[in-house]
């Protein structure tokens, strides 16, 4: 009868006594991956499902020192129809124009976000948020180049000059007077950064400005990655007043420096990555 269901099945009867043979070991494979499975769904339902292969390897290696090897991983969420959501670009992004009284600035750091010293090259742009069916609210951030720790930020319901001025306020506050002695700020050339107060601002900082070339967003590229990753972590428009957009903005920026491992960052997140850069 085995002969028989061989030949229909058209496999041979060693095959068929070696699939036999090695049941237990598929059992226990299957066994360990419903385990593993657990735990990486928990980790990608934490990212609200928007974790990659490299933020659950990381995950699993600093919050429950498990090294997975990342084809396993990719092996478990494929298996287990684990998506993750994937954010798309913004092709219509516009650069905003400077107008004649204002001067731009050469661009001098030409792409080149990561010297390996902190508070080095500092990046820093302005992003839109709606809210609570239409509201809009404004968002200035400071980002290290090098550590991609947010050293400021301000949020408003305006775009007036104070939005970035409360930004270098909240700047200086954080580098408490260690301004590097080649610091670097760098920006589009929005309305804000050509104007002369903020070039006069950044002067008495000591800090040397470098700007985007005009229509050219990838000059400002890690800024630009910051913003959008934040955009599809967090939902801002199901908030429905401006505290509870100020709320969730605290909650991303600390989760961001304190909690948020990156690939990029030798699996650190950016304060880790801060100290691990100062000591070495």
């Not at 400002?220 to 910051?226: G, V």
Request: aromatic share 10%; hydrophobic share 35%.
């Amino acid at each position: 009868m085995v002969s028989y269901l061989c030949e229909i099945a058209q496999v041979s009867r060693s095959g068929f006594y070696a699939w036999l043979k090695a049941a237990p070991g598929r059992y226990q494979r299957e066994e360990h991956d419903r385990n593993d499975y657990k735990l990486i769904e928990e980790i990608f339902i934490a990212t609200k499902r928007k974790g990659g292969w490299r933020t659950i390897k990381m995950n699993l290696e600093r919050e429950y020192a498990i090294l997975m090897n990342h084809k396993k991983i990719l092996r478990i969420m494929r298996r287990f129809q684990l998506v993750t959501v994937v954010r798309r670009k913004n092709p219509y992004r516009k650069m905003a124009k400077a107008t004649q009284p204002h001067k731009t600035v050469c661009n001098l750091l030409k792409r080149k976000f990561d010297h390996h010293e902190p508070q080095k090259v500092m990046l820093t742009d302005i992003t839109y948020l709606y809210y609570a069916e239409g509201r809009k609210a404004y968002l200035s951030v400071i980002k290290d180049g090098s550590t991609r720790e947010i050293l400021a930020y301000h949020l408003s319901t305006s775009l007036e000059m104070d939005l970035v001025m409360k930004t270098l306020d909240r700047l200086q506050e954080t580098l408490g007077g260690n301004i590097h002695p080649d610091a670097i700020i760098h920006s589009d050339q929005g309305f804000h950064y050509t104007h002369p107060e903020f070039q006069c601002r950044v002067k008495k900082l000591l800090i040397k400005q470098s700007m985007s070339r005009k229509g050219n967003c990838l000059d400002n590229a890690s800024m630009e990655s910051f913003f959008g990753h934040m955009k599809d972590e967090i939902n801002i428009k199901e908030c429905q007043s401006f505290t509870e957009v100020q709320n969730k903005i605290d909650e991303y920026i600390e989760y961001y420096n304190c909690q948020r491992y990156q690939w990029g960052l030798k699996k650190m997140t950016p304060n880790q990555y801060r100290d691990h850069l100062i000591v070495s």
